[in-house]
Each structure stands twice: as C-alpha cells, then as structure tokens.
C-alpha cells in the first residue's frame, strides 16, 4: 500500500494526538485508505464488525475486509525521517525480553526485528503467568450483562459493574438478590460474580466476562424470558491456572532499554 495523500495522513495525525488516539485501524487495499482512531484495541471493535459485514451480492457472501489495526506511532514511523542507529549499536534484544517474561508473537522473528528498533516502534509480543487465583484476587465484582436479543449478535451489548466486595461471600449474597430482579424481568440478563486479580483493572468483554489476564469469572446467573434462571460455575479459585496477555515491547534509545506497554499502549 502507497500512501501519497500526505496532507490527510497529516490530519489524522494531528486528530489523534488531540483525541489521544494510540491506534490506527484502516483497510489495507486501498491505496488511499479512510483513517479510524482508537484509544484500544477493545474500543476498535465497531470498525472490524462493520468492515466485515458488507455483504457481496454478487458472490453471495460476506466480503472480508483487508483490515489492519496497528499503533499510530508505527504508522507515523513510516512518514518520519528519524535518524537511523546501526545494527551493532542495538542491545541485546533476546535477553531483555527474556529477561521482562515475554516472548515475540509468532509472526515476528527476532532477526526481522531491525526497523521496529531502529525507529521506536511497537512490536507485538506475549505475556504468560502461571498463578494461583485464590492469591491473586484482591476484590470482588458482580457484573450485570443484557442484550437485546436482535439476530446480530455483536451489536448491542450493554454492560455494567454493578458493586465491589471484599469478600466472594458478600458478593454472591449481592448476586441472589439482583437474580430475583431477573426472574421478575423476564428480559434474557446475566449476572456474572467476578474476582480482580490484584495490580490489574477489570475490563469485561462484550459478553461481560473479564479478559483472562485481569480476573477469573467464578459464578454466572441467566435468565431468560420465560423468568427462568440457570446458573454456572466457568471457574473456581482454587485450581492453578496460566495468565496470558498481548502487549507491546519498545525500545528506546536514550537508555537502550525495551519497555513494555499495555493494550492502550501506557
């Protein structure tokens, strides 16, 4: 892809920085491609729905849109004319990932590394912990999750974080209680008693489950319209299990040491 339009790249640019944007998400094929700002990855969750549900008559099928969602830094990278360090000034860049537990992603190889470098640019890589939740968990939240019930699915989602506890008992007498509500309802809703891993900030997907790397979801309520209820354990405390992360690795130049940042890039 050649971007020649330099005065609308520009633009977003300077959009981005005004909305504190860290992520560019655009269509690929294009040669002049609509720029879309994100401030995460969760938040660009719209654009790929939208990108990949135009449907092709003529094929009779969903186009796949030739998406890419990468930090804006990178992006910018691309247009700067920043001075270029040599290969044999770079540290070692094999023992401080090692060193910070994590590994590059599997598209990336460490020889092709070079240009991210070279130029502070982000590069994907893996986190993994093994833990033991019963230690880790500092608090406890009820989550209340609705749909509307439409055929699509991934439009329309509403989630809430209802309370915070100390303890898991008081939390699941807090979910009894809202549960009653649901059965009276008869709208389809989950409630959902979570556990936050201490050092991390709860963030629910869409189906208000928490990403496996913040909290473990330990007691879920549905009900539906008929006012019934059902009810699941996806986890308990007590079993060990491994925390995996995505989060981006970069190297700065000014002390020659790989940082790492999370989804929005902090």
Not at 209 to 230: M, S, T, W
Request: charged share 25%; net charge negative.
């Amino acid at each position: 892809m050649e971007l020649t339009d330099r005065k609308a790249i520009a633009n977003f640019f300077s959009k981005a920085a005004e909305q504190k944007w860290n992520r560019a998400a655009f269509d690929r094929s294009r040669d002049q491609p609509v720029f879309h700002g994100y401030v995460s990855i969760g938040e660009a969750s719209e654009f790929w729905s939208a990108s990949n549900n135009v449907f092709d008559y003529l094929m009779q099928g969903f186009a796949a849109a030739d998406d890419a969602l990468i930090p804006v830094a990178n992006l910018a990278a691309g247009f700067d004319q920043k001075p270029v360090i040599g290969e044999g000034n770079l540290p070692d860049i094999r023992q401080q990932l090692a060193e910070l537990d994590v590994e590059l992603q599997p598209f990336c190889k460490i020889d092709g590394l070079g240009p991210y470098l070279q130029t502070e640019m982000f590069i994907p890589v893996h986190w993994r912990q093994d833990i033991e939740p019963r230690k880790e968990v500092k608090r406890f939240l009820v989550i209340k999750h609705t749909h509307p019930g439409h055929h699509i699915y991934e439009i329309g989602h509403e989630v809430a974080i209802l309370k915070h506890f100390k303890s898991q008992a008081d939390g699941a007498i807090f979910q009894r209680e809202k549960a009653k509500g649901l059965a009276t309802d008869k709208k389809p809703a989950d409630l959902i008693l979570v556990g936050e891993y201490r050092g991390r900030l709860l963030n629910p997907d869409p189906d208000s489950y928490p990403e496996k790397h913040c909290g473990i979801a330990l007691f879920r309520v549905h009900g539906n319209r008929d006012g019934r209820l059902q009810c699941s354990t996806p986890h308990s405390l007590y079993p060990p299990l491994t925390i995996e992360q995505r989060l981006y690795a970069r190297l700065y130049h000014s002390g020659g040491a790989i940082r790492l940042h999370d989804d929005q890039l902090q």
